[in-house]
């Protein structure tokens, strides 16, 4: 409306102003503010940088932690899975309460364990009460809020804005490639958000603690490397999930970075065949939803 009104203004000035150098003035001055770049919103990194060390605050994840312990179960594959149809239900509103509560955080009084807990928490608890909301369906790919022309090709409600902390709204993307993966420089992340999909890490048992964070973390990554979804042999061919290749850069940069995080994490059986190994063999995902009825 603004920008309307100024423009009408300039019209109308241009056309009665009979003084040639107010006229070349107002000329420039326009001229001028076509060249100005606009101002660059903060990104999410810049806008939630900021921690408390020493903080003693902790954010109540209790009822996150009882509906993961209500509705995660584990297959005989190792692989958790999520009693949907119960979920929602039974609980779906106690979801929708608990991630109300996290959006009145006032994230920089924490320290960061507790950011990390608190954003990988967040994370999974909107991705799960998507899913709700929408279910029941195939394939977290099926469900479309917006996002943009990326978002309308890959699918997925990664990149709508579903999320407001503070005068921020924020995307599920923002989350994880605005905030953790660029604040903690942690490959672990990966292993701490959950995609609701078979391919993903496990969506744990319990909720994430700034308490606990290290373990927790270790455990999730020990849990997916030695699960065939991140690590396997096809004869002497090495398969590994697709997220050491999207994500390459943040297991060391190569192929041979990737081998060297494998490794770490591996069970002797299976760190014994990658010591042979140079070269990954190829790389799979599977979208399909990691619901208990499937």
């Not at 309460?97 to 909107?126: C, H, M």
């Not at 929408?134 to 997925?156: E, F, M, N, Q, W």
């Not at 964070?213 to 991140?230: E, F, H, I, K, T």
């Not at 081998?259 to 190829?282: F, M, N, V």
């Amino acid at each position: 409306m603004r920008t309307a009104r100024f423009s009408t203004f300039v019209f109308h000035f241009l056309r009665v102003s009979s003084n040639p150098n107010a006229v070349a003035a107002l000329t420039l001055f326009v001229a001028g503010l076509a060249i100005i770049p606009p101002a660059v919103a903060a990104t999410p990194a810049e806008t939630f940088g900021a921690s408390t060390k020493g903080s003693t605050s902790v954010v109540d994840h209790s009822p996150w932690d009882r509906l993961l312990k209500a509705y995660v179960a584990s297959g005989s594959d190792g692989v958790t899975r999520v009693d949907y149809a119960r979920f929602k239900s039974i609980s779906h509103q106690d979801l929708k309460t608990y991630i109300g509560a996290l959006q009145g955080v006032d994230v920089a009084s924490l320290d960061r364990p507790e950011q990390f807990a608190f954003w990988a928490n967040l994370y999974n608890a909107k991705t799960i009460d998507i899913v709700l909301d929408k279910y029941p369906v195939k394939s977290i790919k099926d469900i479309r809020l917006g996002g943009g022309v990326v978002a309308a090709v890959t699918g997925g409600p990664w990149k709508a804005k579903v999320l407001k902390i503070g005068a921020t709204e924020l995307s599920l993307d923002d989350i994880e490639h605005g905030i953790l993966r660029p604040l903690f420089k942690d490959a672990r992340v990966h292993y701490a958000v959950n995609c609701a999909s078979y391919g993903c890490p496990n969506l744990g048992y319990e909720a994430f603690t700034g308490k606990k964070l290290d373990a927790q973390l270790d455990a999730a990554a020990r849990a997916y490397v030695n699960s065939p979804r991140g690590a396997r042999f096809d004869g002497e061919k090495l398969i590994v999930s697709s997220i050491y290749s999207w994500f390459e850069d943040d297991f060391g940069g190569s192929e041979a970075g990737v081998l060297e995080h494998l490794k770490r994490y591996a069970e002797p059986a299976l760190k014994r065949k990658l010591e042979s190994i140079t070269e990954i063999g190829d790389y799979g995902y599977d979208w399909s939803l990691n619901d208990i009825a499937h």
